[in-house]
């Protein structure tokens, strides 16, 4: 089936740094969306890419859409404590069921001890 | 705007016992899936219904998970009997229908520990 690598598995933040993370998949997307979620809580929806190329900003949150269809970045700018948490990437392939989303195994962001 | 309603939150059964679990989606969205996301996975779909009709249950373990949608609003997913394994976070997620509104929103979750 349908595969998501995400990466990296995790990560650890000191306050103010950027941080970066991507997705690629084995298949062509036609929708990349981000998710962030907190322990005890659902998955709470960053950013939504649509077509190929893209680049959209939420705050200090940035997402593209890679121009191959097969991968995804989201870029955080000038971390704060509050970002800490698993981030997954989701796509939708062509040819899939209407809004059928593969996740990927998520990105854990921590704070540097 | 309200949103994706679940429970329980939590619930603790023993294997071969049963459980349900209710959803009520965002007021106007057609669309409505159930996850289940085991610890350290993504969320896995098992269920997307469209209005009351299911377009996609592939991956739901029709031998003891079962799922309706009775008004094309409210959801409950059942399983009967329980096996260790479905030990699990279940969400269920709610759309809206226009052709780009692939856009999911979650609920809270209800954990389930199967002993």
């Known amino acids: 089936g349908q595969q998501l690598n995400q990466s990296p598995q995790s990560m650890f933040i000191q306050e103010g740094e950027d941080v970066s993370m991507n997705c690629t998949s084995s298949?062509?997307?036609?929708?990349w969306l981000w998710y962030k979620q907190d322990p005890g809580e659902g998955p709470v929806l960053l950013i939504a890419?649509?077509?190929?190329?893209e680049l959209t900003s939420n705050g200090r949150l940035t997402a593209q859409f890679g121009i191959t269809r097969k991968d995804s970045f989201l870029n955080i700018s000038a971390s704060i404590p509050s970002d800490v948490g698993i981030y997954f990437c989701a796509g939708r392939s062509y040819g899939g069921s209407q809004g059928n989303l593969i996740f990927g195994k998520g990105t854990k962001l921590s704070v540097k001890p | 705007e309200a949103g994706v309603a679940q429970s329980p939150r939590y619930k603790i059964i023993e294997k071969r016992q049963s459980v349900a679990f209710w959803c009520n989606p965002i007021?106007?969205?057609?669309?409505l899936y159930w996850y289940q996301q085991i610890l350290g996975q993504g969320p896995k779909l098992l269920i997307q219904?469209?209005?009351?009709?299911?377009?996609?249950d592939s991956q739901l373990p029709k031998d003891r998970f079962s799922a309706e949608r009775l008004k094309g609003v409210d959801s409950t997913l059942k399983i009967q009997p329980a096996k260790l394994e479905d030990s699990a976070v279940y969400l269920c997620a709610s759309g809206g229908t226009s052709s780009w509104a692939y856009e999911q929103y979650f609920g809270p979750g209800t954990r389930l520990t199967v002993t």
């Open positions: 219904f469209q209005n009351n009709g299911v377009v996609d």
């Open positions: 890419l649509y077509k190929a190329g």
């Open positions: 298949s062509i997307f036609n929708t």
């Open positions: 007021s106007g969205h057609a669309t």
